[in-house]
């Protein structure tokens, strides 16, 4: 606001009334709380089936690190770095204007699946790594020795205590892929929480009471995951 | 008494000293530059040349004004959803971004009288039978999130009942998508359609009709209070159309032939 001189008449005092050279009109934003809610249920929808993909995928790389084959190490070394050390936002756009060049056509609540299960399979596996190295390996020893096979004994004694310790480090993943599913509007996905809200905003410019709208919605829908994952892991993880 | 005196001396003097109230308009002035957000990645409106410098109709049009109001214009590119916070926020101070001036977002911001006025066609994937506009029922169809047209086509598509809407974050994807066969067909301006079929940048498309809507007359925007700018702007543009100068620009950024009417038969502003 260079050189501007302040205002007489605008007031500024009463919160929420009115914000810089905007008068909020929150009766219009809340009309279309209901569109917004069914958007938020397309966004849980999305968090939860990329977090289970990204799961299952990263205990396959898992076991392809475990495995000493060089390929499958390979493979899974690859994953992780692409996941780890490239934008979300590249990804997605990847999964459907990348493989749409190769003719590959996925609907863009695909793409957005796709491209945050990727990226949560890479950052689960390190996730996973991490929790290995604080297992001691005399557990294998022990269970193969009880006439166990690799693969039993990978699923018997260590993938429990492993996913008990990567238990935390999955509900920041899980948080975060809630938040991904923003990133939907590079690929054109208009039917999640964040595409609802944008819609609705380029109809009738109402920008802040809808984003500050969907910010609180967000934000529930966060701690309602985090809390029954809380209340899954008591249950999940009793001694 | 005295005292009452002097306290009414001292309020008058008061009263003089302050500056009369300052509008936008002052402001502009004052500051010596007028902060225009345009859109540049919506040719030919608005695009950036080999330089990376901002160029196009818009942008001649911020010069214009700028020289008009005798400052200098700066042009600060922004996205279609993000014109608005840019004005609420005062970055800047209007908006020349090929804004449609729906009465819905008429309660929120301030429009000029239009300055321009976009036809809109059907440009379609070459592999796909369509003949006219009506064939997009139970395709896949997109356009750029935002825009008077998407606005429009999600409208079509939720009226058809079949088919399938996405809205691209901008123009330059929703054309790649097109490219690709992602998407069956887009409605877009003439202007952008041709210029995206002529570029070759984007093979295997053709414009297959026109779309028939209301063309989408846009103006320019500030905020809703700011009547002594509204009031300057609507005289530029109507002096732009006096002079010559819209024909001018038509002519150097769209192409041959006459510039969109702006007035409607029948009705005032």
Redesign the interface.
Do not use: C, N
């Given at each position: 606001m260079r050189g501007r001189v302040p205002r007489i008449g605008h007031s500024c005092i009463l919160p929420g009334a009115a914000m810089f050279n905007y008068n909020f009109r929150w009766n219009q934003a809340l009309n279309s709380l209901p569109q917004m809610l069914e958007g938020a249920l397309v966004t849980m929808e999305i968090a939860i089936l990329s977090m289970a993909i990204g799961i299952a995928v990263a205990i396959l790389l898992t076991l392809f690190r475990l495995s000493g084959n060089r390929l499958l190490g390979a493979i899974s070394a690859t994953w992780v770095e692409i996941a780890r050390n490239t934008p979300a936002l590249f990804q997605i756009y990847m999964v459907h204007f990348g493989l749409g060049g190769f003719g590959v056509h996925l609907s863009p609540y695909l793409s957005l699946l796709i491209g945050i299960a990727f990226n949560n399979a890479g950052y689960l596996a390190e996730n996973f790594r991490g929790a290995l190295k604080a297992i001691p390996e005399t557990q294998t020893r022990a269970a193969r020795s009880l006439g166990m096979s690799p693969l039993q004994a990978f699923k018997n004694v260590v993938m429990p205590q492993m996913l008990r310790i990567s238990f935390l480090p999955m509900t920041n993943q899980m948080v975060w892929a809630i938040l991904m599913t923003s990133l939907g509007a590079v690929v054109a996905m208009n039917t999640d929480l964040y595409g609802v809200t944008s819609e609705l905003n380029a109809r009738t410019f109402r920008t802040f009471e809808l984003f500050a709208l969907a910010a609180v919605i967000f934000y529930v829908i966060t701690k309602v995951i985090t809390l029954s994952a809380g209340l899954l892991a008591a249950r999940l993880f009793r001694y | 008494m005295k005292t009452t005196l002097f306290t009414a001396g001292v309020l008058a003097a008061a009263a003089l000293a302050l500056?009369a109230?300052?509008d936008k308009l002052d402001?502009i002035i004052?500051?010596g530059t007028l902060r225009c957000a345009v859109v540049l990645d919506f040719p030919p409106m608005g695009s950036r040349d080999a330089n990376n410098t901002p160029i196009g109709f818009d942008v001649d049009y911020c010069n214009d004004l700028a020289t008009a109001l005798g400052v200098t214009a700066e042009i600060v590119e922004t996205t279609?959803?993000e014109r608005?916070?840019a004005?609420?926020?005062?970055s800047v101070d209007i908006a020349v971004a090929s804004t449609s001036d729906?009465l819905?977002?008429a309660?929120?911001?301030g429009f000029s009288i239009p300055y321009y006025a976009f036809e809109n066609a059907v440009v379609a994937r070459e592999g796909i039978e369509m003949a006219t506009w009506e064939d997009m029922k139970g395709k896949v169809v997109?356009a750029t999130?935002?825009?008077y047209e998407?606005?429009w086509l999600?409208g079509k598509v939720k009226e058809w009942g079949e088919g399938?809407?996405?809205?691209?974050?901008n123009q330059a994807?929703v054309f790649?998508?097109l490219s690709?066969?992602?998407l069956d067909a887009t409605v877009a301006t003439v202007e952008v359609s041709e210029a995206n079929v002529k570029s070759g940048n984007f093979p295997g498309i053709k414009i297959v009709d026109k779309a028939p809507m209301v063309p989408d007359y846009v103006a320019l925007i500030t905020?809703r209070?700011e009547y002594g700018l509204i009031n300057y702007m609507n005289l530029f543009i109507n002096q732009q159309v006096r002079t010559g100068r819209y024909a001018e620009l038509y002519k150097k950024w769209v192409g041959e032939g006459a510039p969109a009417d702006l007035t409607v038969q029948g009705v005032y502003r």
């Open positions: - | 500056p109230q300052a402001d004052a500051s279609f959803p608005i916070p004005l609420m926020s005062g729906t819905e977002r309660k929120t911001v997109g999130a935002g825009t998407a606005i999600e399938e809407f996405r809205p691209y974050q994807d790649l998508a690709q066969g992602q905020l209070e």
